[in-house]
């Protein structure tokens, strides 16, 4: 089992920059690959970012490619999204998740295959 949960979301102007944390429960997180996902309002959750069990391999939505960061310590357990030039379009609520990875560079991009989720932060960019 692992838990969870997601901080740093808030209320920003267009251009700004945020950073998520995912904080997560247990002692195997290095064996979880992470992602981060969002969901706006009438939309479906889609993906945003995901990073590999030792944070060697990425991948990123081409909505969010260089602006957004994923990164992790697997010595505090957890997750960033760090998260530049921000705009109005991605307003929504940001969930972070996890799924044991099958090989040490496996990132993940299909929000199916993931076993845990976080609560969810709102991020809101205002224009």
């Known amino acids: 089992q692992v838990q969870l949960v997601e901080s740093g979301g808030g209320l920003v102007q267009a251009g700004d920059s945020l950073r998520l944390s995912c904080a997560a429960s247990g002692r195997t997180f290095n064996n979880y690959v992470m992602g981060w996902f969002r969901q706006a309002p009438g939309k479906e959750r889609e993906f945003v970012a995901a990073?590999?069990?030792?944070?060697?391999?990425?991948d990123y939505a081409d909505s969010v490619k260089g602006r957004f960061t994923i990164s992790r310590d697997n010595a505090k357990n957890t997750a960033y999204l760090q998260m530049n030039s921000l705009k109005p379009e991605d307003t929504a609520v940001y969930y972070c998740?996890?799924?044991?990875?099958?090989?040490?560079?496996?990132?993940?991009?299909?929000?199916?295959?993931?076993?845990?989720w976080g609560q969810g932060t709102q991020v809101t960019v205002s224009s």
């Open positions: 998740a996890a799924k044991q990875g099958l090989f040490s560079n496996s990132y993940y991009t299909d929000r199916a295959l993931y076993n845990y």
């Open positions: 990073i590999s069990r030792g944070g060697g391999s990425t």
